[in-house]
């Protein structure tokens, strides 16, 4: 089992950038393909990145493609998303989840995950 829990979130203006940190629990944390999701108030879960337990591989939605970076750092047993130019779109919670084993599979769906961390506010003002 593994706890996640995010931050790094904020206000920012339209073309600025937010670095993510989601801190997860737990001593292997390596074995854990983890994914960024972001939800906006009326909207469902959208899915943003995910990466896989080594690192070397990565999935980005096609509307944050070039603008996001996922990354980790399997010694701090943090997963990371720095986030550029961002948009007044981009405004959301953003959550982080974890998922036991490959990235193999539905890996854009919420319900491939089997951990979610509370989530943290990204605000963009235009």
């Known amino acids: 089992q593994v706890q996640l829990g995010e931050s790094g979130g904020g206000l920012v203006q339209a073309g600025g950038s937010l670095r993510l940190s989601c801190a997860a629990s737990g001593r292997t944390f390596s074995w854990y393909a983890m994914g960024w999701f972001r939800q906006a108030p009326g909207k469902e879960r959208e899915f943003m990145s995910a990466?896989?337990?080594?690192?070397?591989?990565?999935y980005y939605a096609d509307s944050v493609k070039g603008r996001f970076t996922i990354s980790r750092d399997n010694a701090k047993n943090t997963v990371y998303l720095q986030m550029n130019s961002l948009k007044p779109e981009d405004t959301a919670v953003y959550y982080c989840a974890a998922k036991g084993g490959t990235l193999s599979g539905t890996y854009y769906y919420p319900n491939f995950y089997a951990y979610w961390g509370q989530g943290t506010q990204v605000t963009v003002s235009s």
């Open positions: 990466i896989s337990g080594g690192g070397g591989i990565t």
